[in-house]
């Protein structure tokens, strides 16, 4: 049986515990959805209004130069690359996910032209098997075949151009063996496009020590650089001179301010910028990704595993009898940092928390998830929304009429 002292005693020795004053969070609410929209961090109020005021509002279009918001996309880039255990010029900040997506997609596929097959898996995340589809109407002979993901490493073979994977699955949790998987691809030919939106900032990541080629990643989740923050892509550096883009904005341009008709692509992984890119937000996520100064990621790991580890405990022992079936990794090596469960009533419980302060979301048909944010959680929280769950299960005030009221946004 686990006590709320054997709990307190968790954040007593959390040594992340600090860290959560890095953000405002409001009072009483436990906020278990990170890795949707991860929280404000308090730096990035003070910086977005010395944005606003001092450098659009005083330096106006001298603050390209003079705050260099011109550098800022690899800049941050470059902030974003410990992260994931790449070098800082294999990173750039753009666009969203899904466009750098298109990015990567049609600049590697080109590389091999006689091998048609972008291969993926039935579930991944919509935005990247719409964007694929999209991309084989574009790229000559490339067509999308999806294969579960137990049979993909199977399914490699001559034909396969390109793998496109979501490292960490948005919806259970499951996360692939990168440095596995990208060797198995290498092996027969073919480049691996990860895609680490739920894995950034949760899991620690060495992309360059597991031979990865190509990814995106969010920048609005983990990262906690605000609504629709700029995504990032990244790029191995052997790669770099070799692709040429499909977007091509004059952002990627060699010379953007020469203004010529002709393109020439900017050396290395700045290629991959299109437009002007969003200063507003991508100053903020560059707050976001300070808010990790002085983590170590694999710290940050452990705890994050241990609030796993506590909420399937505290579920297991309090919330027996009411159906819900965790469909997420026990073992940490196979998961992410959020726990989900199965129920055919998960939309109900999930809006029935939410009017409890337990922010976590539905996904459909049947999932209710719960991120899981060593940054700014504690220990205690999980105790406190396991609390809440249970009041919810016992009385059943999840039947209740308004709980079934959908809005657009789950
Ligand atoms: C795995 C994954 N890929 C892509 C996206 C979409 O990213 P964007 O909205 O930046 O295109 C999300 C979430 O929004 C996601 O979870
Ligand atoms: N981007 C989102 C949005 O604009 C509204 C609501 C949710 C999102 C999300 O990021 C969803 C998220 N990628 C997911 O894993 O489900």
Redesign the pocket.
């Given at each position: 049986m686990i006590t709320l002292e054997q709990v307190r005693a968790l954040d007593a020795a959390d040594p992340l515990r600090a860290c959560r004053e890095r953000f405002a969070l409001p009072e009483g609410l436990v906020y278990l959805d990170g890795n949707?929209l991860g929280a404000l961090p308090r730096a990035a109020v003070e910086r977005q209004r010395q944005v606003v005021e001092r450098e659009w509002g005083r330096d106006l279009i001298r603050s390209w130069n003079s705050h260099d918001w011109i550098g800022a996309p690899q800049r941050v880039g470059a902030k974003i690359a410990p992260l994931i255990g790449a070098k800082p010029h294999e990173v750039i900040v753009a666009?969203?996910?899904?466009?750098n997506?298109f990015k990567l997609i049609t600049a590697a596929a080109a590389l091999s032209p006689k091998r048609p097959l972008l291969l993926s898996e039935p579930g991944?995340?919509h935005?990247?098997l719409h964007v694929a589809s999209g991309a084989t109407e574009l790229v000559p002979n490339l067509r999308l075949e999806t294969v579960e993901r137990g049979r993909i490493e199977e399914a490699l073979g001559p034909d396969t151009n390109l793998l496109l994977l979501?490292h960490v699955h948005?919806k259970t949790g499951e996360r692939f063996d990168m440095a596995r998987v990208t060797a198995r691809a290498k092996d027969s030919g073919a480049l691996t496009l990860w895609?680490l939106?739920?894995s950034v900032g949760a899991v620690p990541l060495q992309l360059n020590r597991d031979g990865a080629e190509l990814a995106?990643g969010?920048?609005?989740?983990y990262l906690n650089g605000g609504p629709?923050a700029p995504?990032f892509l990244y790029v191995a550096e052997h790669l770099q001179e070799r692709l040429m883009p499909v977007l091509r904005g004059w952002m990627g341009h060699a010379a953007p301010f020469a203004f010529t008709d002709e393109y020439v692509p900017a050396p290395g992984i700045a290629r991959f910028l299109a437009g002007t890119p969003p200063m507003l937000s991508l100053l903020a996520l560059e707050s976001g990704v300070e808010s990790f100064e002085g983590v170590d990621m694999e710290t940050a790991w452990a705890k994050s595993t241990a609030l796993f580890d506590l909420f399937a405990a505290l579920v297991e022992q309090r919330c027996a009898g009411h159906g819900l079936d965790c469909v997420s990794p026990r073992d940490p090596g196979a998961r992410g940092s959020h726990i989900s469960y199965r129920h055919p009533h998960a939309f109900e419980i999930c809006q029935a928390l939410i009017e409890a302060e337990v922010i976590g979301d539905f996904r459909a048909p049947d999932v209710v998830r719960f991120g899981l944010t060593p940054l700014y959680l504690g220990y205690e929280d999980i105790w406190t929304a396991i609390d809440r769950l249970v009041d919810i299960l016992e009385s059943g005030r999840w039947r209740e009429p308004r709980f079934a009221v959908r809005g657009k946004v789950t």
């Amino acid at each position: 049986m686990i006590t709320l002292e054997q709990v307190r005693a968790l954040d007593a020795a959390d040594p992340l515990r600090a860290c959560r004053e890095r953000f405002a969070l409001p009072e009483g609410l436990v906020y278990l959805d990170g890795n949707s929209l991860g929280a404000l961090p308090r730096a990035a109020v003070e910086r977005q209004r010395q944005v606003v005021e001092r450098e659009w509002g005083r330096d106006l279009i001298r603050s390209w130069n003079s705050h260099d918001w011109i550098g800022a996309p690899q800049r941050v880039g470059a902030k974003i690359a410990p992260l994931i255990g790449a070098k800082p010029h294999e990173v750039i900040v753009a666009d969203s996910v899904s466009v750098n997506l298109f990015k990567l997609i049609t600049a590697a596929a080109a590389l091999s032209p006689k091998r048609p097959l972008l291969l993926s898996e039935p579930g991944n995340f919509h935005t990247d098997l719409h964007v694929a589809s999209g991309a084989t109407e574009l790229v000559p002979n490339l067509r999308l075949e999806t294969v579960e993901r137990g049979r993909i490493e199977e399914a490699l073979g001559p034909d396969t151009n390109l793998l496109l994977l979501t490292h960490v699955h948005y919806k259970t949790g499951e996360r692939f063996d990168m440095a596995r998987v990208t060797a198995r691809a290498k092996d027969s030919g073919a480049l691996t496009l990860w895609d680490l939106s739920h894995s950034v900032g949760a899991v620690p990541l060495q992309l360059n020590r597991d031979g990865a080629e190509l990814a995106v990643g969010c920048g609005y989740k983990y990262l906690n650089g605000g609504p629709g923050a700029p995504a990032f892509l990244y790029v191995a550096e052997h790669l770099q001179e070799r692709l040429m883009p499909v977007l091509r904005g004059w952002m990627g341009h060699a010379a953007p301010f020469a203004f010529t008709d002709e393109y020439v692509p900017a050396p290395g992984i700045a290629r991959f910028l299109a437009g002007t890119p969003p200063m507003l937000s991508l100053l903020a996520l560059e707050s976001g990704v300070e808010s990790f100064e002085g983590v170590d990621m694999e710290t940050a790991w452990a705890k994050s595993t241990a609030l796993f580890d506590l909420f399937a405990a505290l579920v297991e022992q309090r919330c027996a009898g009411h159906g819900l079936d965790c469909v997420s990794p026990r073992d940490p090596g196979a998961r992410g940092s959020h726990i989900s469960y199965r129920h055919p009533h998960a939309f109900e419980i999930c809006q029935a928390l939410i009017e409890a302060e337990v922010i976590g979301d539905f996904r459909a048909p049947d999932v209710v998830r719960f991120g899981l944010t060593p940054l700014y959680l504690g220990y205690e929280d999980i105790w406190t929304a396991i609390d809440r769950l249970v009041d919810i299960l016992e009385s059943g005030r999840w039947r209740e009429p308004r709980f079934a009221v959908r809005g657009k946004v789950t």
